[in-house]
């Protein structure tokens, strides 16, 4: 057996590292590829983020640069994209008056390019038929796809209504099809975003100083004396904006602590990693509540010009000590309070980092609120150093007739679960489009569009019961991922490089706008998604909610109402515009008038007591792994999107695969060798589709297996991406829902090793 890399075995503190020596170490413990090719990064993270370039400096050539946004990831940063005499593009860079990258983008945004030239690209319309029995695909042209589209719809319409076909979206797309089945009368229309992802964040913080965070995060991380990161892995998760501002504050001399079992990147540049047991995180934030409030180094002035309940919540937390949650846990009492100090001493610039993807246990909305809770003792929510108060730009919405009211909406496809909902959740879509007597109303037809469903939602048995009594699927995407599979008629979309798309707003310390115009034309067959909703809106005669040839029309008309024009942002890319709301910080010497019911911020909660909610989070014990299994967690790469990059020819250049990390350990117990393959099987049987590399490292506990979300691809139409790797989804077959607002809670399955399943085990290249 090979060496294991070697990292800290139980470093609990961690000094605090900014050297440049400090930046080829990381690089070394697992960012080397992407680390090298970057050339100049940042120190603070040691992130791969690439530098800013001054201009095109192509071999004599002039470059055309074309404004952008980035669609690789929902962080959208502003870029140029450059194009060459012969019409093709050479290269993104980040655009130097976006806030929200600072002229630099992340190697996901730098390797969009290979999105546009990924030869498997979808490149025609393609419908389903049958022939000699079997079912295939065949080419059709775009009016015979979308006529096909628009009669069923009107079938679907006149025997169900409008409301019964739904839409799953998720990215630019989404909005276009959005609009075209609110004017056809429906508004059942659902995004992953939601139940798989923030939702439960979105409700912890919203009962608790009643708004939600919403993204991008108000994060005040570049003025943060302390931020706090529960099982949030920024600098993997390489949201650019956030990344760059920790980079800045671990410089600046920020304390960093992070609570994950797996020695993150951003635990690895913090002063204090915990290395929490999975699934206890609520008894951790209950204990640094009680000690906040014990020792009395809480906030004590915000608390009581804000707040409401603070007695009720000492009284809720009072035998919440660090010695119990030691035991819980496994984190030494003496860190738990060294830590809570360390908040109470930089309060109120603290940040206990509300994370992004919470859907974990299925108590995910009530960890949540713990992190909202501990926010407000502190004193963060609205303190420079915390959170701040984001402002957008309001973008006038474009002309069109009043759409017609649908008789029943997403909120009915809930069936009186989940009473804090506030967006719909696409797994009740789900259960809706299965034919059931608690069905009220049930779903008859899906429009995807910009989602890969099979990786995105861990439901499959539930999903291939309803794909099998839909009565039309429309898939809208630009690859042939796996959703492509389960359609009736499949529609190749451009990519975001060779279309224009809606306005960017991203609320934050200043509104922005940015413009994504087309760098070049769209290549094969393939066309923008708001050409592909007005065309179908045409075919189902609702002509006049789409009034406008080109789309860049409405761009243009939208400007001008805001004192801009199309011209102007062609040359500019981005506006940055003045605040109108005033300070983004509150004034704590005066009363707020919060968002709650009692106009406070409620650490104590009337109103979830009333709907039968714990009103105050409690700790319950999740299930433990059996002898021989392992926790599977999960988690993001800084050179990959979820599934949807996996293909990309750049960024499989920088990483193909994904490998399971396995403790040194259990690698003993085992007998699995660094760099081996072995496939894994869950705890219900299920035993992943191709076998995984595996990464032996001290910088995951021994109770946990951890793997990269969004590989394992089993398309074969996807070139590079096909076999390599596991996908974490297939073997998440345990979900844990919330009960509060529909989360998919999916950390509770357990993996084995199963490394001589298949005699002739195919050898995936390394
Ligand atoms: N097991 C597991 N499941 C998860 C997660 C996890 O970590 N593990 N993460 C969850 C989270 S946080 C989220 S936000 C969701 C993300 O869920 P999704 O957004 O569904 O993620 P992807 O798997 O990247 O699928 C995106 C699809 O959009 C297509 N696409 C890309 N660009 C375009 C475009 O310009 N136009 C169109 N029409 N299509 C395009 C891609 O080809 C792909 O098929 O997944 C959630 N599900
Ligand atoms: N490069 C890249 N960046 C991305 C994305 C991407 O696809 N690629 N996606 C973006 C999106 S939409 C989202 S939602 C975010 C998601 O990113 P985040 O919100 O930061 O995190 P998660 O994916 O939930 O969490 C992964 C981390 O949680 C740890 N963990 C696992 N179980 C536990 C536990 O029980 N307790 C604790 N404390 N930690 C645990 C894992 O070890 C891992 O480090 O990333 C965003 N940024
Ligand atoms: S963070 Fe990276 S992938 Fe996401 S929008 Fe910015 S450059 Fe694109
Ligand atoms: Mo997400």
Not at 50 to 57: L, Q, S
Request: hydrophobic letters at 35%; a negative charge; glycine letters at 8%.
């Amino acid at each position: 057996m090979q060496k294991p890399d070697s990292a800290s075995e139980h470093i609990n503190e961690l000094v605090p590292m900014k050297t440049r020596r400090d930046f080829i170490k990381i690089s070394a413990l697992g960012l080397g590829a992407v680390a090298l090719t970057a050339g100049s990064g940042r120190m603070g993270l040691g992130m791969p983020l690439f530098g800013k370039e001054t201009g095109p400096d192509n071999e004599g050539d002039v470059l055309r640069r074309v404004p952008t946004y980035c669609e690789v990831c929902f962080w959208k940063c502003a870029g140029w994209a450059y194009v060459n005499s012969e019409g093709r593009i050479v290269k993104v860079i980040g655009n130097e008056d976006d806030p929200q990258c600072n002229g630099r983008l992340c190697p996901r945004g730098t390797g969009g390019v290979g999105m546009v030239y990924d030869e498997d690209r979808l490149k025609k319309p393609l419908i389903r038929v049958t022939e000699n029995g079997k079912q295939t695909y065949r080419e059709a042209s775009w009016d015979e796809a979308l006529e096909y589209i628009a009669s069923k719809m009107k079938g679907i319409s006149e025997k169900f209504g409008p409301e019964s076909i739904a839409l799953f979206n998720h990215g630019s797309a989404g909005h276009y099809f959005t609009h075209l089945l609110n004017a056809f009368g429906s508004s059942t229309v659902a995004a992953p975003s939601y139940a798989q992802c923030r939702g439960p964040r979105e409700v912890g913080f919203e009962t608790t100083f009643g708004s939600q965070v919403g993204s991008p995060e108000p994060t005040d991380i570049r003025d943060t004396r302390c931020m706090v990161l529960i099982g949030s892995h920024i600098g993997e998760n390489m949201h650019n904006g956030q990344v760059q501002e920790m980079s800045d504050a671990i410089d600046k001399g920020a304390v960093i602590i992070t609570v994950d079992p797996r020695l993150s990147t951003a635990a690895s540049k913090s002063k204090y990693w915990l290395p929490i047991k999975p699934a206890t995180d609520i008894a951790l934030l209950l204990s640094w509540i009680h000690v906040l409030i014990n020792d009395e180094i809480y906030n004590k002035e915000y608390v009581a010009m804000h707040a409401t309940g603070f007695e009720e919540l000492k009284a809720a937390v009072s035998k919440y000590t660090p010695e119990w949650a030691y035991g819980i846990t496994t984190i030494e009492p003496e860190l738990i309070r060294k830590t809570a100090k360390e908040m109470a001493d930089a309060a109120p610039a603290v940040i206990v980092h509300p994370g992004r993807h919470v859907t974990w246990y299925g108590d995910d909305a009530q960890r949540s609120r713990a992190i909202a809770l501990l926010n407000a003792l502190l004193g963060s929510w609205g303190s420079r150093g915390g959170f701040f108060m984001k402002e957008g730009a309001s973008i006038p919405e474009h002309h069109h007739p009043e759409y017609p009211k649908p008789s029943w909406s997403w909120p009915e496809t809930l069936n009186g679960k989940y009473p804090y909902a506030k967006m719909s959740v696409t797994n009740a879509f789900i259960d809706a489009s299965i034919a059931s007597p608690e069905n009220k109303h049930q779903i008859h037809g899906w429009i995807i569009a910009g989602t890969n469903l099979p990786m995105a939602i861990p439901l499959k048995s539930q999903m291939l019961k309803a794909l099998e009594e839909l009565d039309l699927v429309v898939v809208v995407d630009t690859m042939p991922t796996e959703v492509t599979g389960y359609a009736d008629v499949i529609l190749p979309e451009c990519t975001y490089l060779e279309r224009y798309d809606d306005l960017r707003d991203s609320p934050h310390r200043v509104p922005t706008v940015a413009l994504r115009a087309p760098a070049i034309e769209p290549m094969y067959d393939s066309k923008p998604a708001w050409w592909i909703a007005k065309q179908i809106g045409e075919k189902l005669g609702l002509h006049a909610y789409f009034e406008y040839d080109d789309y860049k029309e409405v761009i243009d008309w939208q400007l001008n109402q805001m004192g801009s024009s199309l011209k102007e942002l062609e040359k500019t890319g981005v506006i940055v515009f003045p605040r109108k709301k005033g300070s983004p910080y509150l004034d704590n010497s005066q009363p707020h008038a919060f968002t709650t019911a009692s106009g406070k911020i409620e650490l104590y909660s009337e109103s979830l007591a009333a709907a039968g909610f714990d009103p105050v989070p409690v700790y319950t014990p999740h299930p433990e792994p059996e002898e021989g299994f392992y926790r599977l967690i999960y988690g993001r790469a800084p050179m990959h999107t979820f599934s949807r990059t996996a293909n990309n020819p750049n960024l499989t250049d920088l990483m193909k695969e994904n490998s399971v990390w396995v403790n040194p350990r259990v690698a003993r117990l085992w007998d699995l060798e660094n760099g081996a393959y072995t496939y894994l099987k869950n705890q219900d049987g299920v035993v992943s589709s191709f076998p995984v590399k595996v990464r032996i490292t001290e910088r995951i506990r021994w109770d946990s297996v951890y793997m990269v979300h969004g590989f394992g691809h089993s398309k074969k139409e996807l070139s590079r991406a096909f076999g390599k790797g596991a996908n974490d989804t297939e073997l998440i077959t345990n979900v844990m829902i919330d009960p509060m607002m529909g989360g998919t809670g999916m950390r509770g399955n357990f993996v084995t090793f199963v490394s001589n399943m298949d005699q002739n085990m195919k050898e995936v290249e390394s």
